[in-house]
Structure formats: C-alpha cells, structure tokens
C-alpha cells in the first residue's frame, strides 16, 4: 500500500522558536495533502489542505500565519509552526490522497510537538 | 455543519465476542464512509471504505460495514474479536465529492483475552 512519512516524529522547542515538520509520500505523488491536529483523547482534526503548487486551504480557526503550509512537490508537503507556544503542543498528522473526490487519504505516523 | 458522531468511545470486550461500533453523519448528500484503525503506537490504517454499489463493506481482518442510508450510519462489525483487535477505531467521511475528511471522536476498544 501507499507510505506517507513525517519527520521528526518527536519535537521539543523552546517558545517562540519556529519548527517544521515534513511530510513525504514515498511511493506515489500526492497532489494533495491533508495537516490535522489530534489532541489528547480527541479525533483528528483538519488544520488545512495542501495542494502542490498553489495556496494551502486553512479550515475555519486555523491561524494561516502562524502554521505555514509548503507543497512544494508532489511528494512533499512541509508544515511550520511558527513563534511556537506551549498551546501549540499537540500530536500533528498529515495525509495524502493522489486526487478526486473518490481518493483514499493514506496517513503518516504523526509528529509529536513538545512547546515548552 | 457536516459532523461524524461515533456512539462509543470506549468499549471493553472478550475475545470471541462480536462487536458492533456505531457510527452516524449528518449530510444528507453524495458521501464516501471509511472506517479507519490507530493501533497502539502506530499511525493510522484504513480498515474499509464505501463510495458506491453494495451497502455492505468487507474490509481487512474480518471487519465489515453497512451503509444504511435511510440512517445516515455506517457501523461497524467483526464476528469475533481477538486481542490484537485492540486499537483505537474512527469513522471518517468526506462529502460531495470532495478529498476533505470529517472524522468522528473515536472508539476505543479493549478485547480482553
């Protein structure tokens, strides 16, 4: 099946630094993927969508200047979390679909964000 | 809003017991279901998916789900657990045709030898 990969998938910063988490699909291209954010004992939750070579798509209450979004390529999507703050502490999950609205979403194994 | 509710959150289980979760969204157009499963430590897999045809999904391990549509559900099934069916299960649905996926709260199943 298809493999998504994130890196890192642990991360401790300082407030106020900026961290970037990538997202890689490794065996097929994905015009468009998918950054959600899980809290403890919550679901997942949509931050934005990514499409390669044009403006993410951030979901109501998702800060845009805060997480930068960079679909760069086809297999590649990187997530920035800028003047990090403990709030932003969380478990974030990308995901990746080659495209259409029929298009199954492959997951990453999520990247753990420590702000301290 | 669209919205996915999953019923359970946590359910404990014996081994050989049959097990149905239940799941429920509130659009009333075209919908694609997925059930997907977080094994402990692991990232999330895609148990089984409908987007058309046969209401009755078989997925991996011996999972199965129905789309009632009259319902707006999609729970759902396993015959007979084991203990490696532990995992952390979520119903998943995007809607009119388009990628975005709306995903419920989560199951949390604990199968006890």
Known sequence: ?116 | AQSVSQHNHHVILSEAASLELGCNYSYGGTVNLFWYVQYPGQHLQLLLKYFSGDPLVKGIKGFEAEFIKSKFSFNLRKPSVQWSDTAEYFCAVNYGGYQKVTFGTGTKLQVIP
């Not at chain 1, 951030?58 to 003047?83: C, M, P, R, W």
């Open chain 1, 1 to 116: 099946g298809a493999v998504v990969s994130q890196h890192p998938s642990r991360v401790i910063c300082k407030s106020g630094t900026s961290v970037k988490i990538e997202c890689r699909s490794l065996d097929f291209q994905a015009t468009t993927m998918f950054w959600y954010r899980q809290f403890p004992k919550q679901s997942l939750m949509l931050m934005a969508t990514s499409n390669e070579g044009s403006k993410a798509t951030y979901e109501q209450g998702v800060e845009k200047d805060k997480f930068l979004i960079n679909h760069a390529s086809l297999t590649l999507s990187t997530l920035t979390v800028t003047s990090a703050h403990p709030e932003d502490s969380s478990f974030y999950i990308c995901s990746a679909g080659s495209g259409g609205g029929t298009d199954t979403q492959y997951f990453g194994p999520g990247t753990r964000l420590t702000v301290l």
